[in-house]
């Protein structure tokens, strides 16, 4: 299958969140279509705004004679406070049984903790590297960078103590073009090798000393520095080594005793030694120095445009996971979803209830609720208690207030399908509702008070699961630009999480204008 195919099967897939089934359906066939048509669609532009946003769930059935409601948890617990007896008039919304919050009010709280520290990263790397701390970056590149001119420095004290000092006096005319190694040694190579290091030695020696004592050496980039002095003393501990070995094939004779041959020994061992020191000291200071230069470098470049994705990612977890919180401590409260009367109460003080049993029944004030079905994708979202506009056909423009009072917990199969039954009860007893009406409703399931916000039709979903839009500018349609969706409204729009600012101009179905 074509990713464009793969596109619009997952266009029509998209489960009916705020138009409800119909219009979903016709907007995806209508996205699908016009996605397939061309690689250079054409089509109405329209801003990115902040709008405040309103998800529903749209549904229609009959509407019957209302009777009573029987209330349950959705979760387990103990029972902490029964406010309510039979025979009690009650008010919607209303607390009639509550649960031991404890547990769940912590969750909230550090559900908030975790969204505050998730929000104030994000704004830090929104702005970027303090210059408080740029400033002690820059401090320590500076420390580093002498601290790397003192290794140097004494790494060359330590060269040339180790070859003028230690290891010159083995040679005749060390310090000319054509020294001499004085001791008899059986390996005649090794010997030229030697006296040829040697000669090699001094005028890089020179040249080290004279780098190290000019007047340039304290404002000198150090770098470039240590990289040479690395190597001057790399060619000297080879020497060092080479000068060992022949100590070590070197036997006792007449004209070397074996206690002026051990000193010779242990005066090479010591050079070798601090040569060594040297070089380990060098090498600290240089990669203290890379490391000081790399953190400078990425505090002066700030936050790179995947971090601040990720940021915003964090915030749009913890905000999730606090709602998630904040709906689970809502569920430790029974909450009389209709005014009526109640006729039975089977709570206990300090018992544990299972979720989906009954404990609480209230009859009804109102006269008549709509039943109607709701699909699988969307159940998940519909809770008892929540607010609902029901419309009829026989009375157009107006506005019939209900609540939902039942969420059947078992699904219905029609063709295969699967759908729930919710009830909603109307608010008042109004006498143009009858049975037998069919009523379109309208449930409030979420709501955004400010959301960067575009239209659902600019919004395409690629074969991977990935969506983007066209945003105005470049080449035919516009820049095809990545985005992550949230909330889609009743109104068509659809909450922008990421890949988008305010005011970006994002192609949209319909006639090109």
């Excluded at 964090?314 to 905000?319: E, L, N, R, T, W």
């Excluded at 008549?368 to 998940?380: C, M, R």
């Amino acid at each position: 299958m074509s990713s464009r195919l793969l596109a619009l099967a997952r266009l029509l897939a998209r489960p009916a969140i705020a138009v409800g089934g119909s219009l979903a359906l016709a907007l995806a066939l209508a996205g699908g279509a016009w996605y397939l048509a061309s690689e250079k669609p054409s089509g109405a532009y329209a801003a990115a705004l902040m709008a405040p946003l309103a998800e529903e769930v749209r549904a229609s059935g009959p509407v019957e004679s209302a009777q009573s409601t029987d209330l349950s948890f959705q979760i387990p617990g103990q029972v902490a406070a029964i406010n309510v007896a039979v025979g009690q008039h009650v008010a919607a919304g209303q607390v009639l049984v509550a649960l031991s919050g404890g547990s769940a009010a912590a969750a909230v709280e550090s559900a908030k903790a975790n969204l505050a520290s998730a929000q104030a990263n994000l704004s830090a790397l929104q702005a970027g590297t303090r210059p408080e701390q740029l400033a002690i970056e820059q401090n320590a590149v500076a420390q580093d960078q002498d601290a790397l001119r003192d290794a140097i420095r004494s790494a060359y004290v330590a060269a040339d103590t180790a070859l003028h000092a230690d290891i010159d006096p083995l040679f005749t005319n060390p310090r000319t073009p054509n020294p001499q190694f004085s001791l008899t040694v059986p390996d005649s190579t090794l010997v030229n090798e030697i006296n040829r290091e040697r000669s090699t030695l001094e005028p890089l020696l020179t040249d080290w000393g004279a780098s190290v004592s000019s007047a340039d050496f304290a404002t000198a980039e150090p770098a470039a520095l240590g990289q040479s002095s690395s190597a001057d003393l790399a060619s000297l501990t080879s020497f060092a080594d080479d000068v060992a070995r022949a100590l070590a094939e070197t036997q006792p004779s007449a004209a070397l005793s074996a206690g002026a041959l051990a000193s010779y020994q242990n005066q090479v061992a010591a050079a070798r030694t601090a040569l060594s020191g040297a070089a380990s000291s060098l090498t600290g200071a240089t990669a203290a120095l890379i490391a000081a230069e790399g953190a400078l470098a990425l505090g002066q470049a700030g936050a790179t445009p995947q971090q601040i994705a990720q940021g915003e990612a964090q915030v749009g977890a913890a905000q999730a996971a606090l709602d998630a919180a904040t709906v689970a401590q809502g569920e430790t409260a029974l909450v009389a979803p209709i005014a009526g009367v109640i006729t039975v109460q089977n709570a206990n003080p300090g018992e544990t209830v299972a979720p989906g049993v009954p404990l609480v029944s209230i009859e009804s004030d109102a006269a008549f609720e709509a039943k109607v079905p709701v699909s699988e994708a969307d159940i998940a979202k519909i809770k008892p208690g929540e607010a609902v506009e029901a419309t009829f056909d026989a009375y157009p423009g107006v506005v019939f207030p209900a609540t939902v009072t039942a969420v059947d917990p078992a699904a219905t199969f029609s063709g295969g399908i699967a759908s729930y039954q919710v009830t909603a009860t109307f608010s008042q007893d109004d006498p143009r509702i009858a049975s037998g009406l069919t009523a379109h409703l309208s449930i409030l399931t979420d709501e955004i008070p400010s959301a960067l916000v575009i239209p659902a039709s600019a919004v395409i979903t690629e074969s991977g699961g990935q969506e983007f839009v066209y945003v105005k500018g470049g080449p035919g349609p516009g820049t095809k630009t990545p985005v992550t969706t949230g909330l889609r409204g009743a109104d068509g729009m659809v909450q922008v999480l990421s890949g988008l600012s305010a005011g970006a101009q994002v192609l949209t179905f319909g006639s090109a204008g």
